[in-house]
């Protein structure tokens, strides 16, 4: 990962996001969930201060209150310490799922009409893409498929709408600052329509 933010970094990309713990990883073996739970602590305690002097932000998105206390509470500490740094954004989605966030998406837009405090006829797009959890940032501009999977696993269903994608068949532990950079400058060569003819 390392590789992946330092190589963010040098390009000037602004945001990163990483699927670090899927919705559905719930359901592996409870010790192998226990000992990924436990990695992302170490790795919230071991990797804030070089957050820090690589002036990159924490944040994260996902279903948060679903993970063990003491993540959440380290996961916190992280986000609070970071929070003033202005170069690039890491997001981390944890205990998350691109239905999961739809679902509770449309469950907050319930919550504002059944508050009065919005008219369902005010309802579009926009509106909606305020109560997900990546109201804060734009939609990507690129995914990075790793390992040469053809699909995107509940991954940002909403946002990767006109989101260019990428399959490398490289995988996630050996991506490297190359890889990235090769993605980025394929990236490059592309012409974005957003559906419309150009």
Known sequence: MRECVEGCGELKIEYLTLYAFSAENWQ???????ALMRLLEKFLKDKTPELLEKNVRLQAIGRLTDLPQSCQT??????????????LTLILALSYGGRDEIIDGIRSLLREIDAGHID?????????????????YPD???????????????????????????????????????????????FGKRQRRYGAVL
């Open 28 to 34: 592996r073996p409870k010790a192998e969930v226990f």
């Open 74 to 87: 380290r996961l916190h500490e992280s986000i609070e310490r970071t929070a003033h740094n202005d170069g």
């Open 140 to 186: 990507p501009d690129l995914l990075i498929r790793t390992s040469g999977e053809m699909r995107i696993s509940n991954f940002l269903l909403w946002q990767l709408s006109y989101t260019e994608m990428y399959v490398t068949p490289t995988l996630w532990p050996d991506f490297t600052r190359k890889d990235l950079f090769a993605a980025v400058e394929d």
């Open 120 to 136: 369902r006829a005010m309802i579009d797009a926009e509106m909606f893409s305020k109560h997900l959890y990546t109201r804060y």
